[in-house]
T-cell receptor, first 112, second 116 residues
């Protein structure tokens, strides 16, 4: 079963614009992670935010987490054509298994 | 540092045939995962190993899928017999740590299966 629901499913922007993707989840979490997947490739980890954190930055990436609303957002600033990819949020639950469950993803196209 | 290795990258078989995928995780990673990713969807966890023990296989179709991780290192995922709906990319990933202390996952490039 998928825990995370991403919104929008697809996003198309011009180079230089900002891209915002949202993720909602259903149960309590230990941490939430964002991954990128280029077409035909494996997933690459972008950023991890723990349940007791509200915001995290990494280069052009900004992630927020609102545990009261069970939601997170990923902001990519000053987008580049190379940012074209699918982006997935994944939640790690509080159980001992540490299972990581992925959402359905947002497909981002950045036009040069 | 070498990444997660998977083989084969591509496999085409007919339904009812069998197939096996191999994964070699990053050295020292205790946890190994197999995910199934159907086109246009997010990865779905099939099985999670911690060292050579199974932590979670709740979504593994056990009547046709099997997986093992001998000696807590590399792993094999087998499908027998394959169905049309098994067409997907099978992703292997590994990570440091165990349970809720586990951080990021490192993924291989995946094995793309087409069942005709």
């Amino acid at each position: 079963s998928q825990q995370g629901e991403e919104d929008p499913q697809a996003l198309s922007i011009q180079e230089g614009e900002n891209a915002t993707m949202n993720c909602s989840y259903k149960t309590s979490i230990n941490n939430l992670q964002w991954y990128r997947q280029n077409s035909g490739r494996g997933l690459v980890h972008l950023i991890l935010i723990r349940s007791n954190e509200r915001e995290k930055h990494s280069g052009r990436l900004r992630v927020t987490l609102d545990t009261s609303k069970k939601s997170s957002s990923l902001l990519i600033t000053a987008s580049r054509a190379a940012d074209t990819a699918s982006y997935f949020c994944a939640t790690r639950g509080s159980s001992n298994t540490g299972k990581l469950i992925f959402g359905q993803g947002t497909t981002l196209q950045v036009k040069p | 540092e070498a990444g997660v290795a998977q083989s084969p990258r591509y496999k085409i078989i007919e339904k009812r045939q069998s197939v096996a995928f191999w994964c070699n995780p990053i050295s020292g990673h205790a946890t190994l995962y197999w995910y199934q990713q159907i086109l246009g969807q997010g990865p779905k966890l099939l099985i999670q190993f911690q060292n050579n023990g199974v932590v979670d296989d709740s979504q593994l179709p056990k009547d046709r899928f099997s997986a093992e991780r001998l000696k807590g290192v590399d792993s094999t995922l087998k499908i027998q017999p394959a169905k049309l709906e098994d067409s997907a990319v099978y992703l292997c990933a590994s990570s440091w740590g165990q349970g809720t202390n586990t951080g990021e996952l490192f993924f291989g490039e995946g094995s793309r299966l087409t069942v005709l």
